[in-house]
Every structure is written in structure tokens, then in C-alpha cells.
Nanobody, 113 residues
């Protein structure tokens, strides 16, 4: 199983970015999927998660600005990030809970002030 993340980049404060993450390999069922991020000098934190039934959970700092969604048929998870702030700058990692937790490679999101 592999997870491939894409969509990071550089954006000005107030702008938006969309992240995508696709799972591939022999997969019968993906339970929760989500995104973590890690800023320089900080611990990795959970940004958003979504269950197989579409129940979502967000860290308080992104509520109302970020939206997580998934496409079960395509085995993908998405993160739409609006009203970005410099403090959102981090490497973002997707994950998928299958037999155990699989991780995608990080994708850099940089928000300039």
C-alpha cells in the first residue's frame, strides 16, 4: 500500500490551496483518513480526519477554514484550505487506516504574510 500526496505550494495569507492524497495497492477497506502537519520546531499535529462514513473532525485552529473530504471509490482524501494564515505553514502528511496506519510523503505548504 502506498499513499501519494500532492497539492502543496506557496500562497499568500488569505489565499487557498487544495491537497490530495491517493492510496494504491491491494486495499479492501480504508477506515479513517486524514491529515497531520508538522511545522519547524513543533510536534506533528492532527489537522483533520474523516471516517469511512464521512464524520469529520478538525483541530480548533482550522475550523471554518479547512474542509476534509474523501472519495471511497477512488481511495482518496482531500483537504481544502481557505483563508490560509502564516501559522498554517508546515509539512502536511496524509494517512489512511487500513490494516494499520499508512502515511503519505509530506507535502510542503508555505503561507507568506
Amino acid at each position: 500500500v502506498q499513499l501519494q500526496a500532492s497539492g502543496g505550494g506557496l500562497v499568500q495569507a488569505g489565499g487557498f490551496l487544495g491537497l490530495s492524497c491517493a492510496a494504491s495497492g491491494t486495499i479492501f477497506r480504508i477506515n479513517a483518513m486524514g491529515w497531520y502537519r508538522q511545522a519547524p520546531g513543533k510536534q506533528r499535529e492532527l489537522v483533520a480526519a474523516i471516517t469511512i462514513n464521512g464524520i469529520t473532525n478538525y483541530v480548533d485552529s482550522v475550523k471554518g477554514r479547512f474542509t476534509i473530504s474523501r472519495d471511497n471509490a477512488k481511495k482518496m482524501v482531500f483537504l481544502q484550505m481557505n483563508s490560509l494564515k502564516p501559522e498554517d505553514t508546515a509539512v502536511y502528511y496524509c494517512y489512511a487506516d487500513i490494516s494499520y496506519r499508512y502515511w503519505g510523503q509530506g507535502t510542503q505548504v508555505t503561507v507568506s504574510s
